[in-house]
């Protein structure tokens, strides 16, 4: 039990570091807010022009 | 009861701080005094280790505590501004995994293994004292006042703490260094892929692959980033195993067999090409792709170390402290600094600092963690390339890294060059390593790739105790280095676009619309040009280039690291913390030194072989001496032009860094006189609603 408790964990976490949950997240903030939310190819677009617009990766 | 049971806890921890240091104190003292017999790279990884646990837990909470002050009650911009995309409360050990990402790149890989050429002592030290002191100090340091100040950038910073002037060289140094990074990192490529079929396939493989997952990602699943890496990755390292049989085809073979020339045009057109693609198609599913077996490799390498527990074939020191090295040229003083930045300190760091993840920081002392941990992190990564060098004969570490412009052009010649040195090798013993690593010679493969994917394949197929599959681990290991040099490739090119894009914009309007498709091709060509200039130049180097580019690299480095520390110490008095501006102003002191050291050498040295002045006054007198036939006249009117334009380049760092440091100083002194009033542009305070 203890072992599918910390794979679940750790699975949450890969997926949460993925960015896969992050959808979801902004599909929730935005009805809480009273906002429609993007599609999410629209929201997956828009994050990869905020990423690679400025330096994100390093030498 | 409890109180007893408390303070035997608090002995007990105490204990066991005062072992680690004697721990840490025994490995470096058997590392420093070890000669004659190979000692065990465990013994280096464990005074690493020592040294980084000690580092984090005492002077990080130093720093943290007594000369930033931390404060968990304080809202962080993440939860103040909460927008669900620029701003959002991300958890501690999440946003740790993608600073990470960030920050390691190929130079702390790269790095060390070049420096190993003056023995593997001098590299580790810097790296790991360097880094504790340095390099994880100025990325905490400028994470926390980036955070303060709503995630505001260096260049932000260097406009409202130090002045327009500041902002304005910040943003030049930015350029500069993203243009000679660019260079010197496809210059790795091109001679790690040079005359070998195999890794020129597994590299093209990675473009059509990447091309689907993007278009999986975008049309498919949207941000099933699990999923399409996974996918990915079974593809590429079926590029990776089938490449031998191309190499093996004489069918194949000549499609994906390439001289240096021929592939630094390749890479060329390819970062041209990146550039232009919009980033989902080719950009951000090659990251992802790069990001996990990056960070799996290097797991990888590091239980691979432990496992193998290989001994150190390379001597602390080698007789090329004297400034000598074939590798490149100088002293250890300064060069073993210059060439080591990424793993000790680097000033590019602070760009990713001071951008996206202090937008995402949920409490203040986060900051401890990502910004001092993620370096210590990097720093770790530096002192296992530098194990991965040591595993080799110092003969064939020789034979691989130095240019053919110093030990001669034929096998039999570089294996009696070498030999001569006092590091035996014989032409069969390289023929024989190059059999089986699966490529046609090792000679003169100059780049630190190439040597860093044999250490590396030596270390995994000794720890799986898969011996004949050395060939494999090799080309895995040189599409694992590609891959996210290409990384830094697509995205530094796009980024400086970007940057590009913004300045003309200021002189014709349309350039500033990000989206304005002849302002994206005419910036991308730009940028590609000037990288790919100093690329051309480094390829037909006859000393291999590496010994022009990397110090140029390792000096544009330093300059936005001096940028960086100019930037926090001046925070640091605005905020009355004068007592404590050592912690930002030695490590100052230090690189200023060294990029001032460095950069006068590499200008005005006599040697032709370091200095770049002397080298093409040198040419010149063989071009006035009549220097053959036109074409080869040519050839070195041409040498004798690059040899200049990297002088004015390290000339105009180095006045950078004297011009940052003096209008700095200037600030100080106006601080601390009183003639000027500490300002601080710092966010107001809010109370955290968060839990801790």
Redesign the interface.
Known sequence: MRLRTLFRRLWH????????N??L??RE??LAHGESPLP??A????????????????? | MIAAQGMEMNVLKKLLWVAVAALGALALGLIATARGEPLNAVWLVTAAVCVYALAYRFYSRFVAYRVLGLDDTRATPAERLDD???F?PT?K??LF??HFA??????PLVGPILAAQFGYLPGTLWIVIGGVLGGCVQDFVTLFFSMRRNGR?LGQMAKAEVSEFGGWTALFA?LAI?VI?IAV?ALVVVNALKSSPWGVFTIAVIIPVAMLLGLY???LR?????EA?IFGFILVMAGVISGRYVAESAHWAPFFTYTSVALAWIIIIYGFCSSVLP??LL??PR??LATFIKLGTIMALGVGILLAHPPMLLPAFTRFTDGTGPIFAGKVFPFCFITI??GAI?G??S??AS??TPKLITKESHARTIGYGCMMMESFVGVMAMVAATVLRPGVYFAINSPAGAVGLSPETAAATISSWGYPVTSQQMADLAHRVGEITLFNRTGGAPSLAVGMAQIFSHTLGMGGLEAIWYHFAIMFEAL?IL??LD??T??GR?MLQELLGHIAKPFGR?GWYPGIVLTSALIVAAWGYFLLGGVRDPLGGINSLWPL?GIS?QLLATIALCIATTILIKMDRRRYVWVTLGPLAWLVTVTMTASYQKVWSPNPRLGFLAHARVLSGQLAGGAGPAARAAEISRFIFNDRLDATVTLIFATLVIVVLAESARQWWLYARGRKQCVLTESPAELSRLPA
């Open positions: 976490f890969i997926r949460e570091a993925a960015g896969e992050a959808y997240q902004h903030r935005a999410p190819a929201f997956y677009l828009s994050g990869l022009e905020r990423k690679y617009s400025r330096p994100n990766r390093c030498c | 669900g995309r620029d959002i958890s050990w999440v995994g993608h960030a920050i390691a790149g190929p130079g950038s930015v993203m990074l990192v990602l975008r049309c949207p941000g099933r980033v699990l890496s980033a989902w950009l951000a990251d992802y930045a990424c680097s590019f760091h760009l990713i951008g996206t996210f990384t830094v995205a530094g796009r980024v970007f990000s690299f480095n």
